[in-house]
């Protein structure tokens, strides 16, 4: 497990003042362009859920580097796997939550039959910030009424101290900075 935590680790680079002065913007390209960093990743997010959360019926993935990652530990699990959207890209009757980023402002949305209530899901993006992203997918969820286990993550970047906004949801992340 330290092995492949540190592969991960090093297909992260790092670029200061993107997209905006003042932000450093952690950039996961790397990972995908390397076939072993990509299997750490899988690795390690299945070896979670497996341990941690055996039940769950559904991967939720978010708009857009969650799709990057989503489909492949879902396929690892067996279970399938929703998107949850920025907005007006998804046909047919929808939900939606207007949130707030880092660097703007978005709105999340969903198909209204994507989950069925009582369904069990886990949410992965690329990266925690503020929180607002995956906290949006939540309420998106919650007007589903699924069953949230948790939010999975490979980087936290902890001082904006998005796991309180996802509280009382847990968060699992790979790497922090
Ligand atoms: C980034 C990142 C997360 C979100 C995290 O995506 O991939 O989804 O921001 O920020 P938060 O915790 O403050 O909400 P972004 O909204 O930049 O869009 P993209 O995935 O379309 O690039
Ligand atoms: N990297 C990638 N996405 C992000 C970041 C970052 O540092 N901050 C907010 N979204």
Redesign the pocket.
């Known amino acids: 497990r330290e092995a492949k935590l540190q592969l991960v680790h090093r297909h992260i680079r790092a670029f200061p003042d993107f ?1 905006r002065k003042g932000i450093l913007f952690r950039d996961i390209c790397p990972i995908l362009k390397d076939p072993a960093a990509l299997t750490a990743v899988t690795d390690l997010f299945e070896e979670h859920v497996r341990q941690n959360h055996p039940q769950v019926d559904l991967i939720v993935g ?5 799709f990057l990652f989503g489909p492949l530990l879902a396929q690892r699990l067996s279970i399938g796997f929703v998107l949850v959207r ?1 907005k007006g890209k998804l046909p047919g009757p929808t939900l939606s939550v207007l ?6 402002k ?1 709105e999340a949305e969903i198909q209204d039959d994507s989950v069925a209530p009582g369904q069990k899901i886990l949410l992965i ?12 997918a939540c309420e998106l969820m919650k007007k589903q009424q699924a069953e949230i286990l948790g939010c999975m ?1 490979i980087i936290e ?1 902890k001082e ?1 101290n ?1 796991i309180e ?1 996802l509280k009382p949801h847990n968060l699992f992340s790979l790497i922090q900075y």
């Open positions: 997209p978010l708009d857009a580097r969650g920025k949130y707030d980023l880092e660097y703007g978005a993006d690329d990266l925690l910030a503020t929180g607002g992203t995956l906290y949006a993550v970047l904006l998005g906004k």
